[in-house]
């Protein structure tokens, strides 16, 4: 799962004026975040916090790495996967 944080502090556009934009930079600012970290923390939608995020990215202004899990049952996924093909034979494809 990816993970954001603030490359340097941009000046916004019109439509990203609104109290959820500035949280998220705040927040992006201090640590990397998570989309779904974004959305708990900020209140905006998962469609707004893509779409800003894309918007920093376009102009240079997001730094990018493979995070941790978000949940400590996102962690236990493979364990997961392994019970299933190994006991019902299936995988996570074949559905």
Known sequence: MKEYKLAAWPELAAP???????????????????????????????????QFLQMLSDRGLVLEREGEPDSFLDSLRPVGDWVRRTFFGTDLHDH
Do not use: N
């Open 16 to 50: 990203y004026h609104r109290t959820v934009y500035r949280r998220m930079l705040s927040d992006m600012s201090h640590r990397y975040m998570s989309t779904s970290s974004l959305v708990m923390s900020s209140g905006a939608s998962k469609v707004e916090v893509r």
